[in-house]
């Protein structure tokens, strides 16, 4: 079954809005191109924060920062012994009906932990030093207490989330439909309109880079390449140019799980983020299983 008709009516409506916008452009692009274009847009589940006392958001609920609700005896993860930071928690059963494809579980709850080094405050981004935990099963969770050892600096401001149908085009330097820029010297700028149409019919604020699922919005080029760097363990511009057949082919195995704002205002992850976004990637087959342990985590800022 096609995804059209999965739509909700107003997604439907959204999306026809957005196909009608393109067609319409003014650039000279063939119109096969324009449907080619129109069918890598991926429903994508959008997701705006304001600010809000932890007291205030229920028990279980999505939110950035804070205390997490876990459930009891939960294993706190840990890189070198010391306790990850917890950075967010997504409650799907509040999220699934913008979920068109059905590509995540029903129900459930999926927690970021990341670990910041108290000698170098930042977010470390190394193969232990973050994780992204999956919990079906979230009817008992409770606000639960930070480790002993826990680095307190990284106890966030509690941010509230609430849910909306967004639509997303692959970056114009995705391997989906880079083939563009070689053929018409303006697409950059035909994108750039095409995205003003996405964000302005969905309510999307331009600098707001949250999201789960969809098509990467990257800061920089498609970061589905860096999935493919940091798997390979790539350090160096020789290592680079030695494995660009193998990136070539790896970067296609990998979709979107979420993306996470440092920028927000409404949250104070730029602490230790700055203005970069987080990428989590997932390969599809992962995703379908509900295997989170292959994940791979990238940043990217101006």
Known sequence: MSFLFTLT?????????????????????E???????????????????????EKSIPLGASKIGGIPDLPKHFNWPTYKNEPLSFCAQYNLSELNRFDLKNKLPKKGIIYI????????????NKPDSFKVIYIENVSQVERTKFPVNYFTPSVFITAKIDYFQYFTLPD?????????QKKYKDFHLFYEDAYKFIDDICNQETDNFH??????????????SDFAIKQLN???????KSKETEIEIIKKNYEILLQLDCNDSNSNLS??????????????NNLKTKNFDGIIMAFQGT
């Open 9 to 29: 009516n107003f997604g439907q409506r959204k999306y026809n809005a957005i196909k009608n916008s393109i067609f319409e452009t003014e650039y000279n692009i």
């Open 31 to 53: 119109k096969s191109d324009l449907k080619e274009v129109i069918n890598s847009l991926e429903p994508t589940i959008g997701i705006k924060t304001s600010k809000a006392n």
């Open 113 to 124: 932990f990341i670990y910041l080094d108290p000698d170098w405050p930042r977010f470390l």
């Open 172 to 180: 114009d330097t995705n391997f989906k439909i880079k083939k563009y």
């Open 211 to 224: 999201q789960i699922l969809g098509e990467d919005r990257s800061v920089q080029n498609s970061v589905v």
């Open 234 to 240: 790539i350090k160096t511009l020789e290592d680079y």
């Open 271 to 284: 602490k230790f983020g700055g203005n970069s976004v987080i990428y989590f990637g997932i390969e599809p």
